[in-house]
């Protein structure tokens, strides 16, 4: 929790030494949406795209800490994924096993810590075993804080954490009474993660296809054409540069 309160005091950050700059986004969602149709497009089968897509990744992680941002979740696989072809979703399950194998070293090396949310136990052995050594490998890191959302969907997270309440008032260990919005999210999957700022979502589709439901209450959304495997740090930065105008009231009034 120590985690949580550093983060929630942190804030979004500004850039200006006088606090006169431009506001950058503490916390980033992106939805990585499109590496289908990047494949499609060139005539080559879907993994092509994702493959693609997860080369992407480095290059926008490693551009956070310029940018200011000091969290970025990445929705890689949704609870919905299931449904697409076997060799799709067998296709994906290799890739994120790859990618996982590949680029810890590099990880640690530049002070990301990374963190896992979603259901772990439906996702496969193997896979779970590298995601717990890439948790632990970074444990230390103090730079940014990349969370991978795999088997995520944000109303199974409410299902599960809603249940883990649920068993916690029936030990006598939480008073039914006591529950407001500060006990849900302790039960979260992100219960040590500020709340996003701004969720981005990437090949014009404009839905939030069950992502980070709870968390997104205030969050700021860009919905932009760019396919993800054609997100570059410039295009991020750009994204960025569009929230420092946003003005974010949080249901009060201007001024
Ligand atoms: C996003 O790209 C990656 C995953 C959902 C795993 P898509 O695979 O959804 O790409 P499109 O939307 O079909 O183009
Ligand atoms: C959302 O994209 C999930 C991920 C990016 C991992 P989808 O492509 O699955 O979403 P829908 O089906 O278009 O809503
Ligand atoms: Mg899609």
Redesign the pocket.
Known sequence: MADKAEALTTGSDTDGADGGGKASPCHVAI??????RWATMRGRPRLFGHHAGARRVREIVQACPDLGVKYLT?????T??WK?TQIEVAGLMSLFRSYIRKEARALRDSNVRVRFIGDRPGLDQKLRELMDELEEMTEGCTGTNLTI?LN?GGRDEVARATKRLAHDVAAGRLDPESVDEETLPKYLDTCVLPDPDLVI?T?G?A?I???LLWQSAYAEYEFIDTL?PDFTKEVFAGVLENFGSRDRRFGGAKG
């Open positions: 939805i990585m949406d499109g590496n289908g990445i929705f890689g696989f949704s919905e994924n697409r959302a995520y979502r090949s589709e839905r296809s069950n992502f993800w």
